[in-house]
């Protein structure tokens, strides 16, 4: 039966959100058809809202929004195998569009011809129903709900995110953030052995909540220097951190994740801020601090689905 209907969230400017009727698309022999059953709201999506722009991207032409997302398959392309009509499945929302040099050596999320659901210019998965590469679509088990299967997105973020950190067992972290990204790496980070981990925010609510998910210590933050700041985190855990994970895009956390980290650490840079920051750059230098990108994920859907299904990690 022909599907007719397909209720969107289009986005036309800043401030122009549209409910919406749009086309269902036909998949080509190696995407699938899915019906959306969950979809998160980012931090990004209300940037573009708000703002028009966000991480990098900017609304220029009408988008549909959404990019943290989990359906059921309605129909396959002729190609593909290892899915069928009715599988429940998580959607990896970056997708290559060509066998580049960063597809080939595994870092496709730096493809800069990359496909993303819900970064302008490409339309995302808040509607009824979605077409999608079947090789960005795994499968979840029963045990899972459609809600967690839309939630393994920023779970991945947090994955590799630790990843590029070089989290292992026993190392100690401050987290700057304790929004979403901020929390996934906190029960990421210890969930690969973080003996201990101190996390930031100006928000009570949030570091309550942090706590509650395994924070070992909470730093409320208000008018702090970032070297007051550093000197809180040193005075928390006792010692200075090996690794610093920047969730929150702010110039003075990113101030204070430099001055916090112990020489020859690692300072990771999640947060989306503006294009430009200014930073202690020589005490980076002198102390060997590595500063380290972290763009989206790549390589991270099984692992976030099984750490979901083993309980390692409950979101």
């Known amino acids: 039966m022909a599907l007719q209907e397909n209720l969107s969230v289009v986005l036309h400017a800043a401030g122009d959100l549209r409910l919406e009727q749009r086309p269902v698309a036909e998949p080509r022999s190696h995407e699938v058809l899915l019906k ?18 966000g991480g990098g991207f900017t609304v220029n032409n009408p988008v549909t929004l959404g990019h943290e997302f989990s359906g059921t398959v309605v129909k396959v392309g002729s190609g ?5 009509a009715g599988d429940r499945v998580a959607i990896e929302p970056g997708v290559p569009r060509e066998n580049d040099d960063f597809v080939r050596t595994g870092r496709y999320n730096l493809s800069p011809t990359c496909f993303a659901s819900g970064l302008p210019p490409d339309h995302g998965a808040m509607c009824q129903y979605y077409v999608h590469d079947a090789s960005y679509c795994y499968k979840i088990p029963d045990m899972l709900s459609f809600e967690e299967g839309a939630l393994v997105e920023p779970l991945s973020v947090a994955i590799h995110a630790c990843r590029r950190a070089e989290v292992k067992m026993g190392c100690k972290i401050f987290i700057c953030g304790a929004g979403t990204i901020g929390l996934m790496n ?54 200075m951190p090996d690794i610093t994970i920047e969730c929150s895009g702010s110039e003075i956390c990113m101030q204070a994740g430099i001055y916090a980290t112990r020489s020859g650490g690692v300072l990771a ?17 002198l102390r060997e601090v590595d500063i380290r990108g972290v763009f989206k994920y790549c390589n991270t859907w099984p692992i976030a689905i099984d750490m979901l299904a083993s309980k390692r990690i409950d979101v």
């Open 269 to 285: 840079l999640v947060g989306l801020g503006h294009e430009s920051a200014n930073i202690p750059i020589l005490h980076s230098i």
């Open 80 to 84: 593909v195998q290892h899915l069928k």
């Open 36 to 53: 959306i059953n969950s979809v998160g709201i980012c931090g990004t999506d209300i940037h573009f809202w708000k703002d028009g722009e």
């Open 186 to 239: 906190l029960l990421v980070a210890k969930a690969m052995g973080a003996a201990q981990v101190v996390i930031s925010d100006l928000s009570s609510d949030r570091l309550k909540m942090a706590k509650e998910m395994g924070a070992d210590y909470t730093l409320k933050v208000d008018k702090e220097t970032a070297e007051e700041m550093a000197q809180k985190v040193k005075a928390a855990l006792g010692f």
